[in-house]
């Protein structure tokens, strides 16, 4: 087998394009939680605290000095990152603990009772007529 063959094999199998498929969505999901932190949860927040826009704040470490840009410590970015991820994980969170439950229901449900198979068909009218007999 080929390596082409091969890896057409590998990258056409169900998991992996499922996954690929998931990391696209990920990524998709990750720029509208970041815009959703960034543009619509940390204004207000930050008013609430007093006018801090969280991406502003750091802490100087070294300053200026002649063509050589301050050294900043950027932790109000960071902060924006962290409740990113909060909320990134929270949402799939929900969304697995939502396919957790109806993979439970559908165990809960009452499996149907096999169908007989044909000899047990025959073995019954046996027993019916045997018992019409008596």
Same mark, same amino acid.
């Given at each position: 087998?080929?390596?082409?063959?091969?890896? *057409?094999?590998?990258?056409? *199998?169900?998991?992996?394009?499922?996954?690929?498929?998931?990391?696209?969505?990920?990524?998709?999901?990750?720029?509208?939680?970041?815009?959703?932190?960034?543009?619509?949860?940390?204004?207000?927040?930050?008013?609430?605290?007093?006018?801090v826009?969280?991406?502003?704040?750091?802490?100087?470490?070294?300053?200026?000095?002649?063509?050589?840009?301050?050294?900043?410590?950027?932790?109000?970015?960071?902060?924006?990152?962290?409740v990113?991820?909060?909320?990134?994980?929270?949402?799939?969170?929900?969304?697995?603990? +939502?396919?957790?439950?109806?993979?439970?229901?559908?165990?809960?449900?009452? +499996?149907?009772?096999?169908?007989?198979? +044909?000899?047990?068909?025959?073995?019954?009218?046996? *027993?019916?007529?045997?018992?019409? *007999?008596?």
């Amino acid at each position: 087998m080929s390596m082409m063959s091969e890896f *057409r094999d590998f990258a056409m *199998r169900g998991n992996v394009v499922d996954m690929a498929v998931g990391i696209v969505i990920g990524g998709a999901f990750g720029k509208i939680v970041s815009s959703f932190v960034n543009d619509i949860l940390m204004p207000p927040l930050g008013m609430a605290i007093g006018g801090v826009d969280f991406s502003q704040l750091s802490m100087v470490l070294k300053q200026a000095a002649g063509e050589a840009e301050a050294v900043t410590l950027n932790y109000g970015s960071f902060i924006q990152t962290v409740v990113d991820f909060v909320i990134i994980a929270f949402a799939i969170f929900m969304v697995i603990k +939502a396919m957790n439950s109806m993979k439970k229901k559908e165990e809960e449900k009452p +499996a149907e009772p096999p169908k007989p198979t +044909a000899e047990e068909n025959l073995l019954s009218e046996i *027993r019916d007529l045997l018992k019409d *007999r008596a």
